[in-house]
């Protein structure tokens, strides 16, 4: 940057300095845009990224055999044994995997002081299951192989969800749930179940997450297991017959592909949908599933995206208009500073440093209230709400690019001034 | 001099005398003209004319108001091109100047001085004066220095830092004047330079032009006042966008 440049840079700055009103008002607007844009990211990309690492919670590396949910008119269903828990181990022998079959049905559980019961999903495994998760036992402990299992005579044991704790108890703190008791219907026997422990839950916004899984239509087991509302109860709990599910942890992603490529060679891939009505069990993997929950966020992001893309666009119209309007205000200045030497591009670097600086200040000052807003907002709709000092660097850059959108049709228009019309008194 | 481009344009011998060898001459018309078209009407406001400025010349022109005065000013100050014609500033041709070189020109050869100042309003005396100096991409310390000369040449230097708008009309033509002259100039112009200052101040103003004209710049002034025009060397008169002598 040679000398003169550095001047025409300067002499913007200073007129910027000089007109405090119309500057702050281009301020004022970049500062609204940049506000909205720190704030729209702020809520957006924070969702996102929490949900990417709350889904990692739902076992990253966990696959699942299951029967699948839909079966065509006249379809044998698959019968999941103790044959194909052994064929499922045997498949996937040099993996080191973790194998735990479940059982799991829809109950309606009774509390004290509720008529109507409520049904939850049971999931009756050993206590490995909890493997196949990365959630953390918020209160008491997880299930022990000495656990009693339910019976119509003997008190059996269980753990809870903590929002199936919620549910149950609306008005308590889910860590009292501990030591509570709830009456069960398993196949028309009903038993007495003592809570020995509450999960906590991974779904930190579960409302989202339950609109997305709902928005699925099939509501599968493997689905409603993973919305993380159950109830664990020891695997003798229930009778013996068909499991519901085997549930698979392996040691790394590789081994998850490997395990998924081995198991979906003898049964069907969940995503093939054509195979599901075949009467062949079916292979699911949690992290696919969870991709597909994210490409689901990501679109939510894209549309928080597009608004705060929109809001810059007016507000980048809006300071066009008044830059321009300052321009016309100044072809005088301009004339002259083209009769004393100035190139055009001169002029049109010091219309562009002066919208650049002003968007500029702008943005910072709509940092802050953005940031401030976000919190309000959350505070006001329970909206999930995340800042970093990433998304204040995209602000800012959002800034200087609303200061140089909005610079480029007045700094044009000052630059291609005729300094003899102007002179003349017949302005351009 | 004769430039194809305008054979059907005869020369008028007075105005070129004492460009035949060219080695005096600063500015060279041949044949320039310049037309301004708004939708369907034409209005020639320079007719194909002839001008030779010497240096050191001191010219005025005279000239009912539309009769293309300050368009003349504006070609010879590389502000606007003709749309005929042949310009010659000190030997090149404008016509084959770039914008910028055209812009470059303005900077370091010609003055401007109008009549209604022209100064940056917002900005102090110093600031004004240094304008030129900041486009040819002189140092701060430099231009301060000029600047300060500049103004010292047309008697402002004690209130250096005081804005336009808090002085009276002649001293922000003066100060306009030391900003045309902080560059040096070859060539001088002055589009009715006194035509907004009472007698007293306008007087003062003639003054430092004869002064700057006596110190050898050329220099073209645009009046309507006889009696300003008495101070030139040499007046032309301006009708209809024609140019001759008075
Ligand atoms: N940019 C322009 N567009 C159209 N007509 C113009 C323009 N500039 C000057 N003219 C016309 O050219 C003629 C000469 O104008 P000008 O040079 O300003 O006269 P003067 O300075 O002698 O008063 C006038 O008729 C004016 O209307
Ligand atoms: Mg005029």
Redesign the pocket.
Known sequence: MNRRMRSVIREGLLHVTRHPLRSSLTAFTSAIAIAVTVNVISLSFGMQEDIAGDVDLFGRHTLDVGVPPALAPGVKRPSLGEAQVERTRRLLTGLDPIVVPRRQRAAPIRVDGIDEPYRLQVVAAAPAYLRTLSIPVAHGRWLRADDAPGSPELEGTCCLDEASAVRLWPQRDPAEAVGARLEMRIDGVARTMRVVGVLSDPLRYRELFETFDEGRGARTLTSSLLSFRNIYVPAATFGPGDYTGISIVLPTDEAVLEAQERLIAVWADARDLAALSRGSLIVFVRKQWMEALGTSTMQGSMVGNLVWILVVLVAAVMISTLNLITVRERYDEVALRRCEGAQRRDIALQITVEGVTTALIGGIVGLPIGYVGAHVLREIVQFPFRFELRYAAVATGVAILLGLISSVIPARHAATLQPA?VL?R?LR | MTADANKAHPHDPFLVEGCADGAEALAVLDGVART?R?GAVE?E?LKPLDLCVRRGDFLAVM?P???????LLHVLGCLDRPTAGRYLLDGHDVARLSDRELAAVRNAVIGFVFQRFHLLADESARRNVELPLLYAGVARGERRQRASEALDSVGLSARMTHRPNQRSGGEQQRVALARALVKRPRLLLADEPTGNLDSKAGERVLQLIEDQSRAGTTVLMITHDPEVAARAEQTLL?RDGGLSRA
């Open positions: 019309r003349g017949r | 301004y708004s209005v406001a000239g108001s539309g009769s293309g005065k300050s368009t301006m």
